[in-house]
């Protein structure tokens, strides 16, 4: 992909997901997402319809008139957005492949983030750490998120979400809002998950192809893993074998719902055929009720 052409989309992005996190997510993420607590603002002369008890008694006292103290929430808030970069990231059979889905998901996450005036920062990883970007403000810094995800080509193949949760804790002390975006089909990540939900805020999305959940029966298929470059022949045709097929996948999506929901964390799943944006909806106003 030549500067231009990156430029071109870098550009579509930005105004398709900048639109959706302006016009429907920002009240939105406000409400799922609080603030550290309430600090003190003003005093301000009472007006009907105002909490008595918080009446400011001196202020009060000293002027003749009553007075109320105002608190305001506390809102700067870190999002911290952990993509995985595998091979197996790189794989659609509808529109999109799942990462230009999760590159979408995370522009839109990042908008609606700096218009609270909220930090974004970036980790992506493999079985390794590919690459991190520290939290910061600013439209150019959220342009830089993107263009990395449109760009980015990982060192590795492999998948390994324990040591993006592990790099997670190490770099960042204070809570954060941490998105760990993969399509989890990879084992030992239990104990990690466990340890970064009681830091942080810790929401995990499932993207998944319809393909990799149901095998169509069309005869004789050859098939390679991108992580391991295993090939193998599948008889599409057998009953039997789609049914493991079936199962296999599914066995990873209960495990990740399970993980998560024990660790007190949450988990969306998002099919590249349906729409990220009803997703989205259904777990910010989850999140805010």
């Known amino acids: 992909m030549d500067t231009g052409e990156l ?5 579509r992005i ?7 996190s302006k016009h429907i997510f920002s009240g939105e993420y406000h409400s799922a997402f609080k603030g550290r607590g309430m600090s003190f603002s003003e005093v301000r002369t009472y007006q009907f319809g105002d909490d008595i008890r918080s009446i400011d008694w001196n202020v009060t006292a000293r002027t003749g008139e009553p007075h109320v103290k105002i608190f305001e929430e506390e809102r700067e808030l870190t999002v ?3 993509v ?10 509808q529109q999109q492949f799942k990462n230009e889905v999760i590159t979408e998901i995370c522009a839109v996450l ?10 974004v920062g970036l980790i992506l990883f493999s079985d390794r750490i590919e690459l991190y970007i520290p939290p910061k403000k600013g439209k150019s810094h959220i342009l830089r998120i993107i263009r990395e995800l449109l760009y980015f080509e990982p060192k590795q193949v492999g998948t390994d ?6 790099f997670l804790n190490n770099v960042l002390k204070k809570k954060s809002i941490a998105f760990l975006i993969s399509d989890f089909l990879t084992n030992s990540y239990t104990q990690p998950v466990r340890v970064v939900a009681k830091r942080h805020d810790l929401i995990g999305m499932c993207i998944f192809d319809p393909r990799e959940e149901t095998l ?4 004789m298929l050859r098939v390679a893993d991108p992580e391991t470059g295993e090939i193998r022949l599948l008889d599409t045709s057998d009953a039997r074998i789609r049914q493991a097929y079936e199962e296999r996948f599914l066995t990873y999506r209960v495990e990740a719902k399970r993980v998560f929901t024990r660790s007190g964390a949450d988990m969306m799943q998002v099919r590249t055929d349906e729409s ?3 997703t989205l909806m259904r777990f910010f106003k989850k999140r805010s009720g």
Not at 7 to 11: D, F, G, S, T
Not at 15 to 20: E, F
Not at 161 to 166: D, I, Y
């Open 7 to 11: 430029l071109r989309k870098v550009h």
């Open 14 to 20: 930005e105004i398709k997901t900048k639109g959706l």
């Open 80 to 82: 911290m957005l952990l």
């Open 84 to 93: 995985d970069v595998s091979k197996s990231a790189y794989f659609g059979t």
């Open 110 to 119: 990042a908008f609606s983030a700096i218009q609270n005036n909220d930090k």
């Open 161 to 166: 979400l324990k040591v993006a949760l592990e």
């Open 216 to 219: 169509p029966a069309v005869g």
């Open 276 to 278: 990220y944006v009803r």
